[in-house]
């Protein structure tokens, strides 16, 4: 089973950056759909930002400006570069890859916390 490692998280204060970064253990075949989520204590997980056929991006109104999200294909790694964070940013951030072949694969999450 393939696995997918979040790093980068921490404590950053208000309009700072943070980079996160999804490794997957080894390459996956038929990728459809690679994304960034994100939950907040009492919230629902919501979609950050997402990477469609390797190629279109899409982001949340919330993060759109701020958030740029990339794929190393050499390295299978996926990285969200956060900018300008804000306390609502705060949040369990999780990667997730989706293939043709009906997988879809969830790393166990970095805690981003924003907060002076």
């Known amino acids: 089973q393939v696995q997918l490692v979040e790093s980068g998280g921490g404590l950053v204060q208000p309009g700072g950056s943070l980079r996160l970064t999804c490794a997957l253990s080894?390459?996956?075949?038929?990728?459809?759909?690679m994304g960034w989520y994100r939950q907040a204590p009492g919230k629902q997980r919501e979609i950050v930002a997402s990477?469609?056929?390797?190629?279109?991006?899409d982001y949340s109104d919330s993060v759109k400006g701020r958030f740029t999200i990339s794929r190393d294909r050499p390295k299978n790694t996926m990285y969200l570069q956060m900018t300008n964070l804000t306390p609502e940013d705060t949040a369990v951030y999780y990667c997730?890859?989706?293939?043709?072949?009906?997988?879809?694969?969830w790393g166990q999450g970095t805690q981003v916390t924003v907060s002076s």
């Open positions: 080894r390459p996956i075949l038929a990728i459809t759909t």
């Open positions: 997730n890859v989706r293939t043709a072949t009906g997988q879809d694969l």
């Open positions: 990477i469609v056929s390797g190629a279109a991006t």
